[in-house]
């Protein structure tokens, strides 16, 4: 597929979604970073959910370093491997605490060596953050699209981000995650219905049934 009509897609996306903010609550660059680690796995809906009451408990890197696994674990108890989660937070808190004076990082290749922060955390943090977009996000809602369409033959995350962005002008790279998030949601999802879709025409349908392209 070429760059002028991935474009085009997006502009229907984005004129039928008309996404004007993050899916994660958060109001500083800590509770997106916290936040972000808490979603892997998770819906934003519970993240956000549990978000709620932890920011009003734990308001800087220190309050999170500072406290016990048990105690995290309370307020994120019905997060996907909160104990996991929990120890990370607190490990890359002790870290901004002691590295980068209690602040997050606007570099990122110094968040990724933050405990339980890969590539496409990073990504969302810069971007939601910081206004500094260094990439595209990929999660599983932007591969199982970006290979319907043909924007790619990739399944590795790191691959299909290096395809998006030699397909896809810069300045949609932070919001093509969260287009593709809206749409796979709502119409292309594991049985996608290309009847409902808004760019079924403009749709490669890699690897959908035969039966359901019809």
């Given at each position: 597929m070429?760059?002028?009509?991935?474009v085009?897609?997006i502009?229907k996306?984005?004129?039928?979604?008309?996404?004007?903010?993050?899916?994660?609550?958060?109001?500083?660059?800590l509770?997106l970073?916290?936040?972000?680690?808490?979603s892997a796995?998770?819906?934003?809906?519970?993240?956000?959910?549990?978000?709620k009451?932890l920011?009003?408990?734990?308001?800087?890197?220190?309050?999170?370093?500072?406290a016990?696994?048990e105690?995290?674990i309370?307020?994120i108890?019905?997060?996907?491997?909160a104990g996991n989660?929990?120890?990370?937070?607190i490990?890359t808190c002790?870290?901004?605490?002691?590295?980068?004076k209690?602040?997050?990082?606007?570099?990122i290749?110094e968040?990724?060596?933050?405990p339980?922060?890969?590539?496409k955390?990073?990504v969302?943090?810069?971007?939601?953050?910081?206004n500094?977009?260094?990439?595209i996000?990929?999660?599983?809602?932007v591969?199982?699209?970006?290979?319907?369409l043909?924007?790619?033959?990739?399944?590795?995350?790191?691959?299909?981000?290096?395809?998006?962005m030699?397909?896809?002008?810069?300045?949609?790279?932070?919001?093509?995650?969260?287009l593709l998030?809206a749409?796979?949601?709502?119409?292309?999802?594991?049985?996608?219905?290309?009847?409902e879709?808004?760019?079924?025409?403009?749709c490669?349908?890699q690897?959908?049934?035969?039966?359901i392209?019809?």
């Amino acid at each position: 597929m070429d760059s002028k009509r991935a474009v085009e897609i997006i502009k229907k996306l984005k004129k039928e979604y008309h996404i004007t903010k993050h899916y994660l609550d958060f109001k500083t660059p800590l509770q997106l970073l916290v936040a972000a680690i808490l979603s892997a796995q998770v819906k934003d809906e519970t993240v956000n959910a549990a978000t709620k009451e932890l920011f009003k408990k734990f308001k800087t890197a220190k309050d999170y370093a500072n406290a016990s696994v048990e105690k995290l674990i309370k307020y994120i108890k019905k997060i996907n491997f909160a104990g996991n989660k929990a120890r990370n937070i607190i490990k890359t808190c002790k870290i901004l605490v002691k590295d980068y004076k209690g602040k997050v990082p606007q570099n990122i290749e110094e968040l990724m060596k933050l405990p339980g922060i890969g590539r496409k955390t990073a990504v969302v943090i810069m971007a939601g953050a910081f206004n500094k977009v260094e990439g595209i996000a990929v999660d599983t809602h932007v591969i199982r699209l970006a290979y319907r369409l043909g924007w790619t033959k990739n399944k590795d995350p790191k691959k299909i981000e290096q395809d998006l962005m030699k397909l896809i002008p810069k300045k949609y790279w932070h919001e093509i995650q969260w287009l593709l998030k809206a749409h796979g949601r709502k119409i292309c999802g594991r049985k996608p219905k290309c009847t409902e879709c808004i760019i079924e025409k403009l749709c490669a349908k890699q690897g959908v049934d035969k039966k359901i392209k019809q």
